[in-house]
């Protein structure tokens, strides 16, 4: 998030097929919540689309990276790593001391998917839970992050949007933004719309 | 959640087979964090015995229950109904109002799943987004639920668990708390292992 040094998500393990869904969230979730960037294992080329999808839609700056190298982005990181799993430190004791090393160090946030190895967790700087009962990755990413930056990442603002939700008490406000930016002439004559939005 | 009014989390709406596993994530991030019952649409069968699974072994009190009454439950709910939307109100502003009124009245927190009818817009006293950006019901339910309760559902202990889960720095550490549970004579003589527990 913009005014912060880097926080980028790393997906480890991925099934095709079956975890094509839950790893799609994990980057939208990534991407909703403050992180810069989110690495997915080179076999969730799905997952990837549709997250860069949404970022083309919904605006950026935010990127999706396949890799293989996996455990060498972890051991090769410059900055801190923390490895979510119901097994770690419990996030309310330990978040202060994150966000202390996250005021001037990058964050690798690694979100297990299959069985994570031992040296992910000897490699980590926490390992760290979000509760130390089993439920979901998706939740635990998105608490950890909602507490790393405070709820600051809740007033982000996204560029290069094609369309933007207006929060409503009621009903669904979709404004279309592609209009103003291609015509500098009249930046505020975005054309507003009642439309459905995929949420996935 | 013990010392509050009832918080039960709806999923509105399931496709077999697609949608098991996010509704399995809904109902054990419920469980996770402080809500007390979760109610799912009755073809979710194998997400409510994954569900319930986990709360035997991992302890309770949480309820799962299947119902096709899921808009005769939204319109009878005797308290406050949140619907969670990428569309509504951003909860950072009404977040306060919601924790106000659940100082006496239960919250229906409804999850949406495939299309929401506008009956439930309608129906509901907040329509609220974590974000207004498309992500994850299951990490918009996390985040809702963590600020809901000011993160004290992270103290939470649960009653009647056959394991539980010490938290560590480095690997893992179960404590099989059913020994100690049957036989009154030696409560501190759980037995302690390292075992695997599947996340899902």
Request: charged share 30%.
């Amino acid at each position: 998030m913009q005014g912060y040094p880097e926080v980028a998500v790393l997906r480890y393990g991925h099934r095709p097929g079956r975890d094509d869904r839950m790893t799609t969230h994990v980057g939208l979730t990534a991407r909703a919540l403050g992180a810069d960037r989110v690495l997915f294992p080179d076999n969730a080329t799905q997952s990837a689309e549709t997250v860069r999808d949404i970022t083309g839609r919904f605006g950026g700056p935010f990127d999706v990276e396949l890799t293989e190298e996996l455990n060498a982005t972890i051991e090769g990181w410059e900055g801190v790593v923390v490895h979510l799993t119901m097994y770690g430190e419990r996030v309310q004791d330990v978040e202060a001391d994150v966000r202390d090393a996250h005021v001037d160090q990058p964050v690798l946030v690694v979100v297990g998917g299959e069985k994570v190895p031992g040296d992910v967790y000897e490699h980590a700087d926490w390992n760290l839970a979000v509760t130390n009962q089993p439920h979901s990755e998706v939740a635990g990413l998105a608490v950890f992050l909602d507490r790393l930056f405070d709820g600051r990442e809740l007033e982000q603002e996204y560029e290069d949007a094609e369309r933007r939700v207006i929060p409503e008490e009621l009903g669904k406000h979709v404004v279309d933004v592609r209009e103003s930016r291609s015509d500098p002439r009249s930046p505020s004559e975005a054309q507003s719309a009642s439309e459905d939005v995929d949420e996935e």
